[in-house]
């Protein structure tokens, strides 16, 4: 499937949000410069996500590139993508408060919570012409060391941000990943009445 003005579309006609259609995970990013204007918009997006407890346990580290905090990203990214992910003028890692603010009980929702903020993340950069890709693959030590993360902290992952770039732009290797369609598993295999019942819908 081609890549037309850096986004991958829907393969299928359902009436879902444009937005939601339009966001996708690149690995090849343009050199085009974020501006502060537009990261704030994405971090404000981030910021009203729902959380239990109104507790907001998300904590994101940005990083431009050139600077000391995208290089401490860097470091902790296994090889395999950072050969990409250097395409990227912007690097994210995502943290989450584990304990409640207010009584320091164990908070079970926090990784929850703060995909939900990453999600919102992704959905306004996409709004804004920009995309975002999730990394796994973080050294969740090296992070921890490079920041001095405290422990009630758990280590989310790392997000490059930027506009896409061509596919041409990586190496051979990476290239047709960038270039393969979107798919999703069909509703049935996750919207369910009883355990593994599908539901009709």
Not at 8 to 31: C, G, H, N, T, Y
Not at 110 to 132: P, Y
Not at 160 to 170: E, Q, R, S, V
């Amino acid at each position: 499937m081609a890549i037309d003005e850096g986004v991958k579309p829907v393969p299928v006609e359902d009436e879902i949000l444009a937005v939601i259609r339009q966001r996708w995970s690149p690995m090849s990013f343009s050199d085009q410069p974020v501006s502060d204007a537009d990261l704030a918009k994405v971090f404000t997006a981030a910021g009203w996500a729902a959380s239990c407890y109104n507790e907001q346990p998300w904590r994101f580290l940005v990083g431009r590139q050139g600077d000391a905090t995208y290089e401490k990203i860097m470091d902790a990214l296994v090889e395999f993508n950072q050969v990409w992910a250097k395409t990227a003028p912007v690097l994210i890692l995502s943290a989450s408060k584990m304990v409640f603010s207010t009584n320091g009980y164990p908070n079970p929702l926090g990784l929850h919570d703060t995909g939900g903020a990453s999600a919102n993340m992704s959905l306004q950069a996409a709004a804004l012409g920009l995309q975002t890709r999730g990394i796994s693959d973080v050294d969740q030590a090296r992070a921890r060391r490079n920041f001095a993360i405290p422990d009630e902290f758990a280590i989310c992952a790392a997000w490059a941000l930027g506009y896409p770039g061509g596919p041409d732009a990586l190496p051979m290797i990476y290239r047709e990943m960038e270039k393969a369609a979107r798919t999703r598993k069909p509703l049935r295999e996750f919207v369910f009445t009883a355990w593994e019942r599908a539901a009709e819908i």
